[in-house]
């Protein structure tokens, strides 16, 4: 009996030492290897050069911190410090290339954004059912109304909104009128997007008349313009 449980302490002492090897030995290799900051600096350039989506930078800035904090713990500030002079100027310029790949992207991003619009204007120019001369005018007038409508609310909103917030310089910024302002805000943007879509009925419709039936409605003067497609 003594010896078994003398085996099994020992199993056991052996088992927590293998498990305590294999967390240190984890550990290390998690751990950056430090070789000089001048061959470090040059490894996070070389790294820094690949970047293009902000995901690589982020490891890049964070490899980079992980060696300063190495070379902290390792050779105290000093070192540290020189290590960072080294190092932010590359990361800069990373950063400055990658704020040209991300304006790119925007900019690749709202062209998608537009030609996918301008397909869905189309589907609905050639669904919508059209009547008379006189009935598309008339939707395009009554929405012109509404617009009308809707933009002389605005200006009552934008009008309150500017005298609250004169108001509210003058009572200290109280909370309740700050939310007040907050409302009004929520309001104006409400009626801005409402404008917004009767605007871009009116456009459909223009744009409907002109694909269906080769149908020119100038807004302007209410005159239409009936083209011959065969010509």
């Known amino acids: 009996m003594k010896q078994d449980s003398k085996k099994r302490v020992a199993l056991a002492t052996f088992y927590t030492l293998f498990v305590v090897m294999l967390l240190m ?3 290390c290799e998690s751990r950056v290897h430090l070789t000089t900051p001048e ?3 040059k490894h996070i350039a070389e790294l820094a050069e690949t970047v293009h989506s902000e995901a690589e930078l982020r490891a890049v800035e964070k490899l980079a911190t992980e060696y300063e904090i190495a070379y902290r713990k390792s050779y105290g500030g ?3 410090l020189y290590f960072k002079s080294l190092y932010e100027p590359v990361m800069d310029e990373a950063g400055e290339r990658r704020a040209i790949y991300r304006a790119e ?6 062209l998608e954004s537009q030609f996918e619009a301008s397909l869905g204007d189309l589907d609905l120019a050639w669904k919508m059912p059209l009547g008379s001369l006189e009935e598309e005018l008339a939707k ?3 929405n012109d109304a509404t617009i009308a409508k809707y933009d002389a609310e605005l200006q009552s909103l934008v009008a309150k909104k500017e005298q609250l917030a004169m108001d509210i310089i003058d009572a200290g910024y109280p909370q309740d009128m ?4 907050g409302v009004v805000e929520k309001d104006i943007k409400a009626l801005e997007d409402k404008i917004a879509e009767v605007a871009h009925t009116n456009e459909i419709i223009i744009l409907a008349n002109r694909l269906q039936l080769q149908r020119t409605l100038d807004i302007d003067t209410e005159e239409v313009v009936e083209e011959d497609i065969a010509e």
């Open 25 to 27: 030995g984890t550990r």
């Open 140 to 142: 395009i007038a009554a």
């Open 39 to 41: 061959r470090d600096a």
């Open 105 to 110: 992207e925007e900019r690749v991003a709202e």
């Open 178 to 181: 700050l939310d007040q302002i």
């Open 78 to 80: 000093a070192k540290a």
